[in-house]
């Protein structure tokens, strides 16, 4: 089974400022990634698949990158409802898998 | 408008069983695969378990193999999660999300698009 590591796990930044995380797969993928935005108590919400297409309605400063192992999710310019939980998944071979999650903080 | 709605969550007694409901409404369902997701409290998310749109082919995370059981019944635009002996660890909220398709040089790429509010299972005596 494919697993995925995340990291950092946690994250604190400032409004305005430019934040990565990276996912990176136990074995290559492709680019068969998606990202998702959790805020608490709320379910998943999808950003990015494919590794670097954004889904519609996403704000243009989330981009994504990466291909094979190796994966990053971006956020340019971190607006205040940006802080929340993201999540990386696979999805080139089922089991399916997500990352443990980057909980973003404000600093 | 998309719309996934799962139901019943409740407390159950360690060994016990439960089935949980997603209904789907404002997508042609039968041409979609359904997800479970769970997580536990204050944890990040778990892969449960997937059904194609015309329920031919199902597939399980280890951790509930034997043991849940997804189905779909396309007239009803439903989808069942049927759990037999829970343990505490089966503690969570489940959500069931629709499995969209976007096709770049002709290859099919697969995310959750559409998520419902999730239902709260508890396993605890």
């Known amino acids: 089974d494919i697993q995925l590591t995340q990291s950092p796990s946690f994250l604190s930044a400032s409004l305005g400022d430019r934040v990565s995380i990276t996912c990176r797969a136990s074995q290559g993928i492709d680019n068969f990634l998606a990202w998702y935005q959790q805020k608490p108590g709320k379910a998943p919400r999808l950003l990015i698949y494919a590794a670097s297409t954004l889904q519609g309605g996403v704000p243009s400063r989330f981009s994504g990158s990466g291909s094979g192992t190796e994966f990053t999710l971006t956020i340019n310019s971190l607006q205040p409802e940006d802080f929340a939980t993201y999540y990386c998944?696979?999805?080139?071979?089922?089991?399916?898998?997500f990352g443990q999650g980057t909980k973003l903080e404000i600093k | 408008q998309v719309q996934l709605v799962e139901s019943g969550g409740g407390v159950v007694q360690p060994g016990g069983s439960l089935r949980l409901s997603c209904a789907a409404s404002g997508f042609t369902f039968n041409t979609y695969a359904i997800h479970w997701v769970r997580q536990a409290p204050g944890k990040g998310l778990e892969w449960v378990t997937a059904?194609?749109?015309?329920?031919?082919?199902?597939h399980y995370a280890e951790s509930v193999k034997d043991r849940f059981t997804i189905s779909r019944d396309n007239s009803k635009n439903m989808v069942y999660l049927q759990m037999k002996s829970l343990t505490v660890e089966d503690t969570a909220v489940y959500f069931c999300?629709?499995?969209?398709?976007?096709?770049?040089?002709?290859?099919?790429?697969?995310?959750?698009?559409?998520w419902g509010q999730g239902t709260l299972v508890i396993v605890s005596s």
């Open positions: 998944q696979q999805l080139n071979t089922y089991p399916r898998a």
């Open positions: 999300a629709r499995e969209g398709v976007d096709y770049q040089d002709g290859i099919g790429f697969y995310y959750e698009d559409y």
């Open positions: 059904i194609w749109s015309d329920g031919n082919e199902k």
